[in-house]
């Protein structure tokens, strides 16, 4: 056991006012939700409601047609962009299943919010609004 | 209220800070002396991620003495954040001091 010396200073047990915040109570931060940039799109993840189901058909039509929407795709759109899925950083067993969780589900949802579609517009809230026409029916899984 | 969210260290990261902050000058308004349980209620639906909600609560009521003209709670834990009264560093005091508050 090593002897520590007893060093005393004049922070210990006073209480110190933390230095930051004056701009975050004044509403001056910037966070990447109040970035505005030229020319900016908004995205909006529509997501499954069932935990465990099959994908079939998720249909962004109606989505297209709403007030300022620039695009809109589902995990099958845009499949062969993908160079693969998120990977396992720690792979704690070497028999451990790693199922792949690309960014869109394109056949099968694993959680609830498992993303299936995005819907893109010149505002956020014509892309939130616009996500509500995505429509995603899904068969449940038995397992 | 900037001010008693600062001293009573009501926050944290800052994310729910300003939504706190709105509610509680309504709320102050409205009831210029709340109960814990007033502010508790008065503020539902604005969720803190960081700090818990004790020095929130801690900060609306120390506000609300003081836009009373009262001298703050007085009742605050020995040693807590909340005896804080005295600025301990200068340019801390200066930079609460000279904050802006137009946005």
Known sequence: VTATEAAPTANVGVTRLRKEDAHLVTGRTRWTDNIQLPGMLHLVLVRSPMAHARVSGVDVSAALEQPGVVAAYTGADLVDHWSGGLPCAWPVTEDMRTPVHLPLATDEVRYVGDAVAVVVAQTRAQAVDAAEFVDGPTTRCRS | ?103
């Open chain 2, 1 to 103: 209220m900037q001010k008693a969210f600062h001293t009573e260290h009501g926050l944290q990261c800052g994310y729910c800070t300003p939504g706190m902050i709105m509610a509680a000058i309504d709320l102050v308004e409205e009831n210029p002396d709340p109960t814990e349980e007033e502010v508790r209620a008065g503020l539902e639906g604005n969720l803190c991620r960081c700090t818990g909600y004790v020095n929130i609560v801690k900060a609306v009521r120390r506000a609300a003495a003081e836009l009373r003209g009262e001298a703050p709670p007085a009742d605050a834990e020995e040693g807590g954040v909340g005896v804080a009264d005295v600025v301990q560093d200068e340019e801390d005091a200066d930079r609460l001091r000279n904050m802006e508050v137009t946005p």
